[in-house]
């Protein structure tokens, strides 16, 4: 079965520029999260998305930030304009919860950005 | 609001000696439990959780952990560990009605050495 697919695994940008990941939550899952992993604040909920509809962006830190889910197989975090502490690992991760909180979320690899 | 305190950033242990990984949790509701493992550059993989019932909840690769509710803590054991579960693992809670809204502890990097 193929898990969750985040794309690019890895991206280098120069401050300023627009910064867009992408995540392909598991078939049949119909809850999408977006996390930030940091040393220093650790792993972060930025947003999560119901049947795609966002449901919880109190994570989200600014309006550089947003998030789109157009249909159940795909969604985009997008920075714009991108800034040095924007830099971070930002996982995906999907589940078949709805309005069950017991299952769990699958995570997929993480886009490690660095931002110059 | 939950919060998750994970005690030890980091535990070196030798290959198949025992290891017990510590969480606190904070909770003004009740709440689900789990534990996820992290190997470098992959992302968390779900080792086991607690719902309901019995305290003792076993997981994949040997692990167990145990609920105790009176002392709000949910530690993480193996009784004998390898090389390969050299990895970072988190705790995290979320409360148990709702949407699920995974709050995680700041990690525990287990070092196995032969």
């Known amino acids: 079965d193929a898990g969750v697919i985040q794309s690019p695994r890895h991206e280098v940008t120069e401050m300023g520029q627009e910064v867009t990941l992408r995540c392909k939550p598991i078939s049949g899952h119909n809850s999408l999260f977006w996390y930030r992993q940091t040393m220093m604040r650790g792993l972060e909920l930025l947003i999560y998305?119901?049947?795609?509809?966002?449901?919880?962006d109190s994570g989200m830190p600014e309006d550089r930030f947003s998030a789109k889910m157009p249909n159940a197989s795909f969604s985009t975090l997008k920075i714009q304009p991108s800034e040095p502490r924007d830099s971070a690992v930002y996982f995906c991760?999907?589940?078949?919860?709805?309005?069950?909180?017991?299952?769990?979320?699958?995570f997929g690899d993480g886009t490690r950005l660095s931002i110059l | 609001a939950q919060s998750v305190t994970q005690l030890d950033s980091q535990v070196p242990v030798f290959e198949e000696a025992p290891v017990e990984l510590r969480c606190n949790y904070s909770?003004?509701?009740?709440?689900?439990l789990f534990w996820y493992v992290q190997y470098p550059n992959q992302g968390l993989q779900l080792l086991l959780k607690?719902?309901?019932?019995?305290?003792l909840v076993k997981g994949i690769n040997g692990f167990e952990a145990e609920f105790n509710k009176s002392q709000t803590s949910f530690h993480l054991r193996k009784p004998s560990v390898h090389i390969s579960d050299t990895a970072e693992y988190f705790c995290a809670v979320s409360p148990n009605t709702g949407f699920q809204k995974l709050v995680f502890g700041t990690g525990t990097r287990l070092l196995v050495s032969p």
């Open positions: 607690y719902l309901s019932g019995s305290t």
């Open positions: 909770s003004s509701v009740s709440v689900y």
């Open positions: 998305f119901n049947n795609n509809v966002p449901i919880d």
């Open positions: 991760a999907s589940s078949s919860t709805g309005k069950k909180s017991n299952q769990p979320q699958h």
